[in-house]
Nanobody
């Protein structure tokens, strides 16, 4: 299995930017599709973005399209989520997760999860 460790959460003002990282150990991250998910207080965990094994395919939730960018550096065994023009509604705990498929956006196929990191957007 693969272990995922997240970093980069914190507090940011609306309109600002924040970057999240998801570093893998145990197995090579290039063998996994990686997604980002978030869970706001009192809400279910929602899909944010996903990136294929090679990085050639990406997919975003409509709520973040044009503002967030998912990327990966397989040489560093790390996936990133760059969040720009943050909004109050982006406040949530963000999770990265890995799926052992060449491509998927299905949350049920993501078997390995990071510990989560809090992102808080203030006015």
């Amino acid at each position: 299995q693969v272990q995922l460790v997240q970093s980069g959460g914190g507090l940011v003002q609306a309109g600002g930017s924040l970057g999240l990282s998801c570093a893998a150990s145990g197995r090579t991250l290039s063998t996994y599709t990686v997604g980002w998910f978030r869970q706001a207080p009192g809400k279910e965990r929602d899909f944010v973005a996903a990136i294929s094994k090679s990085g050639g395919m990406t997919y975003y939730a409509d709520s973040v399209k044009g503002r967030f960018t998912i990327s990966r550096d397989n040489a560093k065994n790390t996936v990133y989520l760059q969040m720009n023009n943050l909004e109050l509604e982006d406040t949530a705990v963000y999770y990265c997760a890995a799926a052992p498929y060449f491509w998927t956006t299905r949350i049920d196929l993501y078997n390995y999860w990071g510990q989560g990191t809090q992102v808080t957007v203030s006015s």
